[in-house]
């Protein structure tokens, strides 16, 4: 019988992983735990915590590594977080809790008792996922256990015809879509999952990531599926060209989600093996809606509604999902529909595959009357080599300009106007980048241009580059 886990350090059968849970949960009973905090990498300890919450009927907060302290905070306030579990290093961030030890799954870690009032919260919450947004005061995402269920059985029937046998975690389990796509499901179909701490797969804080560390630990631990983020395939993509390398032939599939991907990457991605699918979802349906799977794939598309969802577009072209809904936001009376608007604008085809064009606020209209959505150009820019981030504007402005960070630093601007031309190239007039600036830093969480979790901050964008580009500079609020 295939092994349940593999942590790096040893392998669990089934029946010693679900030791390990029943005494996880018997000291989060002990302790009389209502709702649990974690700040862990990838590991047995965390799959142990989490399956014990959910057997106890605890509520599990999973916090990213990568939130900001003010972040943090603001998410064990506002979840009621009464007991905080997290990786022994990290309790010096957190002084004067009375850190006690507690091994979980043979793994050390540190465990405080906070003093918290009880939160109201949906009924049947198990799961409370913090969208990191903008600000340091995320939205707190209530999910019941029949959502989250929904989703990993949903799974499990789409990529029955796989036959995946062994997963490996290559986001963390704080990120919705790894903890139910990337665990729950696999551990429901009986498949091993292979999680490593995430320094060992190259990928160290919210957006740096070592794409040769990354396919050396592939080619050692030979999983048949792994998630990605785009900016994860195109290095890993851009590693594998200048090396002269493949993919492992033990790939089945590797889906990709979090932001738009495009039909050029993933065709590229392919040609070198990486069986890469892209898909749709949102943290309000439970995570993923929709995937391309081998054999039934569009690329440039989402893919299809996978078995546990429903989705319609609105007349104004919104796309409306379904059926795994959230319960509710933290701290918030007003009640979830049937029907839930997703807040991004796309279309599905005559042969059912999603397309989405982007976000329905940051439409931007021309002083032409033309409707834009800058992601679906900045896509098309991303889908060159040379280009690794672009951000677009042009609302109210006769035509559309980009900011541009390169892949390679080096690049001049001859090679960027050059990308600039291709993506031009396969869009409408109204569509095309008119004007371009090469950006003064990359967009991340350090430079200010990027949330932690690697979404660009438009306005921050536009206020940095506004010289630039000629657009008129907004007044501060």
Do not use: F
């Given at each position: 019988m295939r092994p349940a886990l593999d942590d790096g350090r040893r392998t669990w059968d089934a029946a010693q992983l679900s030791q390990a849970v029943a005494d996880a949960g018997q000291a989060l009973g002990a302790a009389g735990t209502r709702v649990l905090g974690t700040v862990l990498d990838n590991g047995a300890a965390f799959v142990a915590l989490d399956e014990a919450a959910q057997q106890r009927g605890i509520v599990h907060v999973p916090l990213p590594q990568f939130f900001s302290a003010l972040q943090m905070r603001?998410?064990?306030?506002?979840?009621?977080?009464?007991?905080?579990?997290?990786?022994?290093?990290?309790?010096?961030?957190?002084?004067?809790?009375?850190?006690k030890p507690i091994d979980v799954a043979g793994e050390p870690l540190m465990h405080a008792r906070l003093q918290a009032a009880e939160v109201a919260m949906p009924p049947r919450t198990a799961k409370i996922s913090f969208t990191s947004g903008t600000t340091g005061a995320p939205k707190g995402v209530c999910l019941s256990a029949d959502a989250l269920q929904r989703v990993a059985r949903g799974l499990v029937e789409a990529m029955a015809p796989?036959?995946?046998?062994?997963?490996?975690?290559?986001?963390p389990f704080a990120v919705l879509l790894e903890n139910i796509a990337g665990l729950m499901a696999p551990r429901l179909h009986g498949a091993t999952v292979v999680s490593l701490p995430?320094?060992?797969l190259g990928l160290t804080g919210s957006s740096s990531f070592d794409a040769a560390r990354f396919q050396a630990a592939v080619q050692r631990h030979r999983p048949h599926s792994l998630i990605l983020l785009p900016q994860m395939l195109r290095a890993w993509c851009g590693h594998l060209m200048q090396s002269g390398q493949r993919a492992s032939a033990s790939l089945k599939l590797v889906a990709v989600g979090g932001a738009a991907v495009g039909g050029p990457l993933i065709r590229a991605a392919q040609a070198l093996g990486i069986?890469?699918?892209?898909?749709y979802g949102l943290s309000e349906g439970a995570s993923v809606q929709t995937l391309n799977l081998p054999g039934a794939e569009r690329p440039g598309s989402a893919g299809r509604p996978l078995p546990h969802a429903r989705l319609r577009i609105a007349d104004d072209g919104e796309i409306l999902i379904a059926g795994s809904l959230f319960s509710g936001y933290l701290g918030e009376a007003a009640s979830v529909g049937e029907w839930w608007p997703s807040g991004d604008l796309g279309h599905v085809d005559a042969e059912g595959y999603l397309h989405v064009s982007g976000r329905k606020k940051n439409l931007l209209i021309t002083t032409f009357g033309r409707n834009v959505s800058p992601e679906w150009v900045e896509t098309a820019l991303r889908g060159q080599p040379a280009v690794l981030q672009a951000a677009v504007f042009g609302d109210g402005e006769p035509a559309l300009s980009a900011v541009l960070w390169p892949t390679q630093t080096e690049a001049d601007d001859a090679t960027?106007?050059?990308?600039?031309?291709?993506?031009?190239?396969?869009?409408?007039?109204?569509?095309r980048v008119a004007r371009w600036t090469r950006a003064r830093a990359a967009f991340d969480a350090r430079s200010g241009l990027a949330t932690a979790n690697g979404r660009p901050r438009r306005e921050a964008i536009r206020q940095r580059h506004a010289d630039a580009l000629g657009l008129a500079v907004e007044p501060a609020t």
């Open positions: 603001h998410a064990l306030q506002a979840a009621g977080v009464d007991m905080l579990i997290v990786a022994a290093p990290l309790a010096s961030a957190w002084p004067g809790l009375g850190w796989l036959h995946i046998e062994r997963h490996l975690n290559a986001l995430l320094g060992e069986p890469a699918c892209e898909g960027l106007q050059a990308a600039v031309d291709a993506a031009n190239a396969t869009l409408p007039d109204y569509a």
